[in-house]
């Protein structure tokens, strides 16, 4: 059974950091994993998408990597600002069918303080 | 491209009456759907899968006779919480899934149950 993980639960950095949020999952075998933002109360926006093929997607300030073989991605954010104040979570998918679905991890919440 | 659109954004009702959700994905046809339940600081919890002109696939411990679900076209997909109580109060997420199996979120609704 897949799970995900995020560490930190919860940053706080000052304006201008650059920072690293975790997702960890158990199995390998991933169709793709997805970055999205949540702010309070609101829905999600998705960020990134990298298919299990890929190793690295970015846009802007944001990159996230992927290391199927260990179960690893991160998402690196440059030069924080306070508006990247959000929630960040971590979604894998597997391959077909019922696996399609996202499994989530619960997420960071980042606090970027002028 | 790829919105998805919720209505109401906010609905107060009265124990023991039905809600509607209604998701729509604007511009692109969505023969996948799924609604997912969001309660404070915790993550997404998929509730079920509305697949276009068939019945929804139900996770584990979700009552499909309290959440009816109807994906009546390709482009809308409902949730009805039947004799809604205080406990189902919640923010309830839709996604259609697009190309590359990519899920486009709604912006959520906030129910409270009276």
């Known amino acids: 059974k897949q799970e995900v993980t995020q560490i930190p639960a919860a940053l706080s950095v000052p304006e201008g950091e650059n920072l690293v949020l975790n997702c960890s999952f158990t199995d390998s075998a991933i169709y793709n994993l997805q970055w999205f933002r949540q702010d309070p109360g609101k829905g999600l926006t998705s960020l990134l998408l990298?298919?299990?093929s890929q190793r690295e997607q970015t846009s802007g300030r944001l990159n996230a990597s992927l290391d199927k073989s260990s179960g690893r991605s991160t998402l690196y954010i440059a030069a924080s600002q306070p508006g990247d104040s959000a929630t960040y979570l971590c979604?894998?998918?597997?391959?077909?069918?019922?696996?399609?679905?996202?499994?989530w991890g619960l997420g960071t919440s980042l606090a970027v303080n002028p | 491209g790829a919105v998805v659109s919720q209505h109401p954004s906010r609905v107060i009702c009265k124990s023991g009456t039905s809600v509607k959700i209604e998701c729509r994905s604007l511009?692109?046809?969505?023969?996948?759907m799924f609604w997912y339940r969001q309660f404070p600081k915790q993550s997404l919890m998929l509730m079920a899968t509305s697949n276009e002109g068939s019945k929804a696939t139900y996770e584990q411990g979700v009552e499909k006779d309290k959440f009816l679900i109807n994906h009546a076209s390709l482009t809308l997909s409902t949730l009805t919480v039947t004799s809604a109580h205080p406990e189902d109060s919640s923010f309830y997420i839709c996604?259609?899934?697009?190309?590359?199996?990519?899920?486009?979120f709604g912006p959520g609704t906030r129910l409270t149950v009276l």
């Open positions: 511009d692109f046809q969505a023969t996948t």
């Open positions: 979604a894998v998918s597997g391959y077909a069918g019922n696996n399609r679905k996202l499994i």
């Open positions: 996604s259609a899934m697009g190309l590359a199996d990519t899920q486009y």
């Open positions: 990298i298919q299990s």
